[in-house]
Every structure is written in C-alpha cells, then in structure tokens.
C-alpha cells in the first residue's frame, strides 16, 4: 500500500518561506512523477508543481518563479521550497504520485492521499 506523509507546513508571515517534504512508500520511487497540491479555503484542489522521474519540473502560473521542487529518490522524498510566501498561499498541501502527461492541466494524482500539512501566512 502507497504511504504518503506531508511536513514542514506552519505559520508564516507574508514574504517568509518554508520548506515541506513528502515521504513516500515504493521501492520504484525513482520512476514515479511526484507533485505538490495545494486546496485553499473556498477553492478546489489545484496541482501546483510536478517534478518527473528525471527531475524535470513544471509548475503553476500561480507559484511559479517563488517555489522550487526537487527530490531525493535514495530517501523517497520530495520537496517543495516555498518562498516569498503570500496569504493566497495559505492552504492544505499534499503530495501525490502522477500519471498521464507532465503538465500541470493534464497530470493525474494517485487514488491515494496523505493527511497534508497546513501552510498558513499571515499578512
């Protein structure tokens, strides 16, 4: 069974950073694209940032040029650097792994999801 453990989120002021990771259960991790979601209040779950097996990355509109993600696949963990955080960043963040095509429109999450962290920033 897939396990995925979110941490790293908490309260940040406006402009501050954070740094979360996603521990991941396989023992093919490498081969497996990892992205980061993100679910605001009021807001539908969105995908903003996808890293594939080779490291290549894409993000969202909405983060892009402010968070970074990259992974460690001999600890089977993926990160998501953060920052100049705003409040529109405040969200429950999970990460998941990813099928279909590599965009941020068009990939697909895994049927299984993690608890998420909370990333709260205040103004």
């Known amino acids: 069974q897939v396990q995925l453990v979110e941490s790293g989120g908490g309260l940040v002021q406006a402009g501050g950073s954070l740094r979360l990771s996603c521990a991941a259960s396989?023992?093919?991790?490498?081969?497996?694209?990892m992205g980061w979601y993100r679910q605001p209040p009021g807001k539908q779950r969105e995908l903003v940032a996808l890293?594939?097996?080779?490291?290549?990355?894409n993000y969202a509109d909405s983060v892009k040029g402010r968070f970074t993600i990259s992974r460690d696949n001999a600890k089977n963990t993926v990160y998501l650097q953060m920052n100049s955080l705003k409040p529109e960043d405040t969200a429950v963040y999970y990460c998941n792994r990813l099928s279909g095509p590599l965009t941020t429109a068009w990939a697909r999450p895994a049927g299984y999801w993690g608890q998420g962290t909370q990333v709260t920033v205040s103004s």
């Open positions: 396989g023992s093919i991790f490498s081969i497996n694209a």
């Open positions: 890293i594939s097996g080779g490291g290549t990355t």
